[in-house]
T-cell receptor
Framework: AQSVTQLDSHVSVSEGTPVLLRCNYS??????LFWYVQHPNKGLQLLLK??????LVKGINGFEAEFKKSETSFHLTKPSAHMSDAAEYFC?????????????FGQGTTLQVKP | DAGVIQSPRHEVTEMGQEVTLRCKPI?????LFWYRQTMMRGLELLIY????????DSGMPEDRFSAKMPNASFSTLKIQPSEPRDSAVYFC???????????????FGAGTRLSVL
């Protein structure tokens, strides 16, 4: 069965410093992985996705993630945090086993950006 | 496209009342999902429709919850009777089905925040 573990429930960075949000996955298949962002009182917005093409995936707003099969990781990074990046971030794996593409969400990481 | 549209955005009701949440998916999308988000349990999939047919409702908590999709442009999630523990944010998402389903993106609505007093 597929699962994702977000290693940090809360990350705090200063504006202008790098962001690292960690995610490990478990999958019996070649996984499809996503990062979604949720700003306060908003819906979820796709940041980026990995679907077995290039292992370094670039997303919106300067975010990127690297798929590392050997480490079963899909960490999200950004070189320089902006105040508007403060939000909840979800690492998500798509369930390939049932051919339904159901999403399995991590518990989320709250990113705080300090001025 | 306006995206996935959910209504109402906020709903406050009293225990025992019927609650109906509505969703309009993105035109042309084949699949529709209802999720519930709480602090304790995170994001949970409640039910999944494909071409208006319920495919997987294993996440529906109990018989008080029901969902319908009478046509490709409308779905409802109903709770009857509602209880305080149903208080949560309910999201609807739709997905275009092209090729391998797992690779396709789900697009989320803004959610309905339900408070049952």
């Amino acid at each position: 069965a597929q699962s994702v573990t977000q290693l940090d429930s809360h990350v705090s960075v200063s504006e202008g410093t790098p962001v690292l949000l960690r995610c490990n996955y478990s999958s019996s298949y070649s996984p499809s992985l996503f990062w979604y962002v949720q700003h306060p009182n908003k819906g979820l917005q796709l940041l980026l996705k990995y679907t077995s093409a290039a292992t370094l995936v670039k997303g919106i707003n300067g975010f990127e993630a690297e798929f590392k099969k050997s480490e079963t990781s899909f960490h999200l990074t950004k070189p320089s945090a902006h105040m508007s990046d403060a939000a909840e971030y979800f690492c998500v794996v798509s369930d390939d086993s049932s051919n339904t593409g159901k999403l399995i969400f991590g518990q989320g990481t709250t990113l705080q950006v300090k001025p | 496209d306006a995206g996935v549209i959910q209504s109402p955005r906020h709903e406050v009701t009293e225990m025992g009342q019927e609650v109906t949440l509505r969703c309009k998916p993105i035109s042309g999308h084949n699949s529709l999902f209802w999720y519930r988000q709480t602090m304790m349990r995170g994001l949970e999939l409640l039910i999944y429709f494909n071409n208006n047919v319920p495919i997987d409702d294993s996440g529906m908590p109990e018989d008080r919850f029901s969902a319908k999709m009478p046509n490709a442009s409308f779905s409802t999630l109903k709770i009857q009777p509602s209880e305080p523990r149903d208080s949560a944010v309910y999201f609807c998402a739709s997905r275009p089905d092209v090729g391998q389903l797992a690779k396709n993106i789900q697009y989320f609505g803004a959610g309905t925040r339900l408070s049952v007093l």
